[in-house]
C-alpha cells in the first residue's frame, strides 16, 4: 500500500512539474493568446474572448440619445407577454479601451451573451452602452447621465414590447456592477448634483457581478486591476480633489439605497496575483456599510469562479446567478 501511494505521489508530482514547464515555455514562446489560454486554462476560470467568440447575433438597435455611443440592444424572449426587465450594464475599467485588448472586451458585446441567455428564460434585457474614459464627453458627468438617460427611455419602449416596469432589474459587471449600484441609488441625489436627473426609473433590485460599489475604496488598487488609476480619471480627481463626485457617484455615498441588492464577488481573481484579500474587502466592507444603514444586501463569494464566470451562460457559476436575478423577479 506504501509503495502504491508513494508510486502516485510521483506520478502527481511529475504531472504538476510538466504543467509547470509547458507554461513556462509558452509564456515564454507562444503568442499572447495561447498566453492567454494557457493562464485562464490552468485557472480554471473564463476566457472573456470566449464570450466575444459565441458571435451572439445583436438584437433590437435603439439610440437613447444623438452620440453614437449613446444606445442599447433590447433582446426581447421568443413568447409571452408582459416581461420583466433586466437592465444590463457592462463594464471595462470605465474605459472606452485598455491597453493590448481589442475594444469590444470593453464593450457591451461581452455581455450579449448573458442577455441571449436571460431572454431565454422570459426576461427582456435592454444591454446598454455608453460613453466612458477616452470617449469625447465620458467620465464625469458624461457617463452618468448616459446611464441615467438609458434607463430613462424604457417608459417610451414598454407599450410596444410588452414590458413590466414593475419589475425592472439592473445587471451590472464589473465597473457596470458599480454603475448598477449607482443607478438603483440615483434617486437619493441632491437637484444641485451636474447627474441629477428627474423622475428616475424605479429599480426593484440590484445584481452586482464582481463590480467594485465603492469607487472611494476602489481607487487605491485600481491600478493593479486596470493597469492605472482609471477612478481619478473617470471622476476628474482624487477624493480629496472632488469629494462630491466621488460621494455622488457611488452608491455607498447614497445610503440608503432603498433597493435590495445581491453583491456576488469572485473567490478566485485573476488580476491580483498577492492580496486578493483587497478585492473581497471592497464588497464585504461595502455591505455592511449599507446593511448598517437599513439596506437589504446579500453577500455571495463564488469560490471556485473568477472574474468573467459570473457573466457566461456556460460557466458553472451561471445557475447561482440566474437564480439570484430571478429572485428579484
Known amino acids: 500500500m ?37 493562464y485562464f486554462t490552468i485557472l480554471g476560470t473564463t476566457d472573456p474572448f470566449t464570450l466575444l467568440a459565441e458571435n451572439t447575433p445583436p438584437s433590437t438597435h435603439i439610440a437613447y ?48 451573451p448573458l442577455s441571449a441567455a436571460l431572454a431565454q428564460q422570459g426576461i427582456a434585457t435592454w444591454n446598454i452602452e455608453y460613453r466612458r474614459n477616452g470617449n469625447s464627453g465620458g467620465g464625469w458627468p458624461g457617463t452618468y ?5 438609458a434607463a430613462d427611455i424604457l417608459p417610451q419602449l414598454a407599450a410596444a414590447n410588452h414590458l413590466d416596469l ?34 428616475p426609473l424605479a429599480i426593484k433590485g440590484v445584481v452586482d457581478i464582481d463590480g467594485p460599489p465603492s469607487l472611494t475604496t476602489a481607487a487605491p488598487i485600481d491600478d493593479m486591476v486596470c493597469g492605472t ?18 460621494a455622488q457617484g457611488s452608491a455607498d455615498g447614497l445610503l440608503p439605497t ?11 481573481t485573476e488580476f491580483l496575483s498577492k492580496d486578493r484579500s483587497q478585492w473581497s474587502n471592497l464588497f464585504t466592507n461595502y455591505a455592511a456599510a449599507a446593511k448598517k444603514s437599513g439596506d437589504q444586501v446579500d453577500l455571495t463569494r463564488m469560490d471556485k469562479s473568477g472574474h468573467f464566470d459570473g457573466i457566461n451562460p456556460k460557466s458553472k457559476t451561471w445557475p447561482t446567478v440566474l437564480a439570484k436575478i430571478k429572485a428579484f423577479l
Do not use: M
Open 229 to 246: 488609476h482609471v477612478i481619478q480619471k473617470f471622476l476628474g480627481g482624487t477624493p480629496q480633489q472632488v469629494p462630491d463626485h466621488y
Open 166 to 199: 414593475s419589475r425592472v432589474i439592473v445587471i451590472g459587471h464589473s465597473a457596470g456592477g458599480q454603475l448598477a449600484l449607482w443607478l438603483a441609488a440615483r434617486k437619493k441625489l441632491p437637484r444641485s448634483s451636474e447627474i441629477y436627473q428627474p423622475s
Open 145 to 149: 447621465q448616459d446611464i441615467g438617460h
Open 2 to 38: 506504501l509503495k502504491k501511494i508513494l508510486r502516485y505521489s510521483l506520478i502527481t508530482i511529475g504531472v504538476l512539474i510538466a504543467l509547470i514547464l509547458v507554461a513556462g515555455l509558452t509564456f515564454r514562446f507562444g503568442g499572447r493568446k495561447l498566453q492567454r489560454t494557457v
Open 65 to 112: 440619445g444623438p452620440d453614437p455611443l449613446q444606445f442599447g440592444e433590447l433582446n426581447l424572449p421568443a413568447a409571452g407577454t408582459n416581461f420583466p426587465v433586466a437592465i444590463v450594464i457592462h463594464g471595462g475599467c470605465w474605459s472606452a479601451n485598455l491597453p493590448g485588448l481589442p475594444s469590444e472586451l470593453t464593450s457591451h458585446d461581452l455581455l450579449r
Open 258 to 268: 432603498g433597493v435590495p441588492q445581491q453583491l456576488l464577488y469572485s473567490g478566485k
